[in-house]
Antibody, heavy 122, light 107 residues
């Protein structure tokens, strides 16, 4: 059974940092591109960024709203996905989901974690 | 960025009703579109990808159609577990973008 389990969320002050983790199991993690998607309280879904696989040099893409502040990485040996968030702003408050790409050629998300809440507030 | 516009923003329906939701993009997507259902306090669930392909395990009462800029999700006979918010998502170009959502509520 495919499982994605996020952790690392919590309360952080504006300007602070936080690292989210996503533990993957039940599939060959190294074969899949992975993404982060967030949802502010009471709002819709916002794509945050993507990391490709080793064959594509672990290249990344980011939303403009987080580029330069957030970094996505992965550890294929441990089946973990990470989101390093720096210079956090109040507008980064959201539930953060990790999601698996259905296939390499199309960024559709066939499995999602349960989400972890990040609250940026003083 | 590609803007995705869903309509209606909400719909009240009864079990057994046929429900249709539309999604319009401001640029052509070919068939690079997906539909998701998010139940309250849950993660989204993939229903349809490539505009009309049914995701494994999703009931056949869900169907998707369209290409280019105009897309439709149809639920042929609404079931109790279908209530929630539906989102479309384009996968044509980065940044990936979602529609604003359509909330399907009990009438």
């Amino acid at each position: 059974e495919v499982q994605l389990v996020e952790s690392g969320g919590g309360l952080v002050q504006p300007g602070g940092s936080l690292r989210l983790s996503c533990a993957a199991s039940g599939f060959t993690f190294s074969d899949h591109y992975m993404d982060w998607v967030r949802q502010a309280p009471g709002k819709g879904l916002e794509w945050v960024g993507r990391i490709r696989d080793k064959g594509n040099s672990y290249t990344t893409e980011y939303a403009a709203s987080v580029k330069g502040r957030f970094t996505i990485s992965r550890d294929d040996s441990r089946n973990f996905l990470y989101l390093q968030m720096n210079s956090l702003k109040t507008e980064d408050t959201a539930v953060y989901y990790c999601a698996r790409d259905l296939r390499e050629s199309a960024a559709f998300f066939d499995y999602w974690g349960q989400g972890t809440l990040v609250t940026v507030s003083s | 960025d590609i803007q995705m516009t869903q309509s209606p923003s909400s719909v009240s329906a009864s079990v057994g009703d046929r429900v249709t939701i539309t999604c319009r993009a401001n640029q052509g997507l070919s068939s690079r579109l997906a539909w998701y259902l998010q139940r309250p306090r849950k993660a989204p669930k993939l229903l349809i990808y490539d505009a009309s392909s049914l995701q494994s395990g999703v009931p056949s009462r869900f169907s998707g159609s369209g290409s280019g800029t105009d897309f439709t999700l149809t639920i042929s006979s609404l079931q109790p577990e279908d209530f929630g918010t539906y989102y479309c998502q384009q996968a044509k170009t980065f940044p990936l973008t979602f529609g604003g959502g359509t909330k399907v509520e009990v009438k």
